[in-house]
């Protein structure tokens, strides 16, 4: 669930457009489920449904992948995953570096989600010396002095911040002079970046006071719900203890 900004025109090289290529994922989470049940084929309502979007946006996706399914049959699920895949780049390793081997970053090292999606944590990072040379999740921590060695040596591309948040900016920008031209960015710090380099920010905090304005707006349409309704019972009162000489009540006895 990665929220934030790509430094990316709206529509890539290959006419795919942005908010086409933000949906691949979900819908390869939802083909990867399918395969794992080994379903050979599905609808695109179905697969919106799975992947929560709209069928005709889901549709007209597809068809930028030259992929437009079989009437009556649908999607083959295999050979969907693998477009996906190819256009996502995911049918190659990405060696990927995590900075900051803190409580974060030491949960994303042991995310067992990387390595089946094609990302291969190639080095964990981090500048306190004490940790240098222990291993978190089976990998031992390099210190920062290394960084730009490791990220040579394994021809890294991909770089994910788990810093504080003040350490973050000069941490991106050794990753961006050593090669690094995509950052996965969790510390709650907007980077400025050169052209040619993609930053995603993933902020848990910012999705969570999105949900807050939401339960709010559910609270008070809840509340307008119970007002609107009790004034409608106190308008049903008066019409009906309206005197002989009144008008009909709103409900006739049957
Ligand atoms: N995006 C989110 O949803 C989310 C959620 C939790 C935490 N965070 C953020 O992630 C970051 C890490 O949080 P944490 O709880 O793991 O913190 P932490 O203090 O446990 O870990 C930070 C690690 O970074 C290392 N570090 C400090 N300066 C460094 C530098 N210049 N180069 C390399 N390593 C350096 C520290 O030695 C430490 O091991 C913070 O910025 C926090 O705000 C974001």
Not at 66 to 88: A, K, M, N, P
Request: aromatic fraction near 6%; glycine fraction near 10%; proline fraction near 6%.
């Amino acid at each position: 669930m990665a929220t934030g900004r790509t430094h990316r025109p709206a529509t890539r090289s290959r006419g795919i457009p942005e908010a086409t290529v933000a949906r691949l994922p979900l819908y390869l989470r939802a083909l990867t489920a399918l395969s794992e049940r080994s379903v050979p084929t599905v609808s695109s309502e179905e697969l919106a449904a799975a992947a929560g979007v709209n069928s005709a946006k889901l549709r007209k996706d597809f068809s930028y992948l030259g992929s437009y399914g079989t009437r009556g049959v649908g999607y083959d699920v295999e050979y969907l995953v693998y477009q996906i895949s190819r256009e996502l780049g995911l049918t190659q390793d990405w060696p990927v570096v995590i900075v900051g081997i803190g409580n974060l970053g030491a949960a994303l090292a042991n995310y067992g989600g990387f390595a089946s999606r094609g990302f291969r944590v190639a080095a964990l990072i981090d500048a306190d010396p004490a940790m240098a040379g222990k291993p978190v999740a089976g990998i031992p921590v390099q210190h920062t002095d290394e960084l730009e060695k490791i990220i040579k040596d394994n021809g890294v591309s991909i770089g994910v911040i788990a810093t504080p948040a003040g350490a973050a900016q000069p941490v991106c920008d050794r990753l961006v002079a050593a090669g690094v031209t995509s950052i996965l960015n969790f510390a709650p710090t907007v980077l400025s970046v050169p052209d040619g380099v993609d930053v995603r920010k993933v902020d848990l905090s910012i999705e969570l006071q999105i949900l807050a304005f939401h339960e709010q707006r559910k609270a008070g349409e809840e509340a307008a719900g119970t007002e609107s309704a009790a004034a409608a019972a106190v308008a049903r009162n008066d019409s009906a203890e309206q005197g002989p000489d009144g008008d009909v009540p709103a409900v006739m006895p049957a």
